[in-house]
C-alpha cells in the first residue's frame, strides 16, 4: 500500500501564504495526475487542483491565480504553493495520484491543516 504523507500546513492570516507538500512512498513519474483535495467542516471533499505527468495544470475555480501546483517526480513529491489565502481556504488537505483528477489510486493519508485566521 502507498503512503502519502503531507505537511506544510498551519495557522496563518488571511493574505497570507503557505506552501504544502506531498511525499509518496513509490515513485510518481508514472502516475499521470498527481492531484491536491480538501475538505473543510461538514463539506464534501473537493479537488483544488492537479498535475500531469507532463505538467499541464488544473485549478479550481477558487484558488485560480492564488495556488500553483507542481511536482519533483525525483523526489516523489508533490506541493502546493497557496497565496492570498482566504479563511476560506480552511481545510485539511490531501494528495493522492490516479489516472484522472477523480479516479484516484490510494488510501488517502492523514492530510494537513490549514487554518487561514480573518
Known amino acids: 500500500q502507498v503512503q502519502l504523507v503531507e505537511s506544510g500546513g498551519g495557522l496563518v492570516q488571511a493574505g497570507g501564504s503557505l506552501r504544502l507538500s506531498c511525499t509518496a512512498s513509490?515513485?510518481?513519474?508514472?502516475?499521470?495526475?498527481m492531484v491536491w483535495y480538501r475538505q473543510a467542516p461538514g463539506k464534501e471533499r473537493e479537488l483544488v487542483a492537479g498535475?500531469?505527468?507532463?505538467?499541464?495544470?488544473n485549478y479550481a475555480d477558487s484558488v485560480k491565480g492564488r495556488f500553483t501546483i507542481s511536482r519533483d517526480n525525483a523526489k516523489n513529491t508533490v506541493y502546493l504553493q497557496m497565496n492570498s489565502l482566504k479563511p476560506d481556504d480552511t481545510a485539511v488537505y490531501y494528495c493522492?495520484?490516479?489516472?484522472?483528477?477523480?479516479?484516484?489510486?490510494?488510501?488517502w493519508g492523514q492530510g494537513t491543516q490549514v487554518t487561514v485566521s480573518s
Open positions: 513509490r515513485s510518481i513519474s508514472s502516475i499521470n495526475v
Open positions: 493522492n495520484g490516479g489516472r484522472t483528477y477523480y479516479n484516484l489510486y490510494w488510501t
Open positions: 498535475i500531469t505527468s507532463g505538467s499541464s495544470t
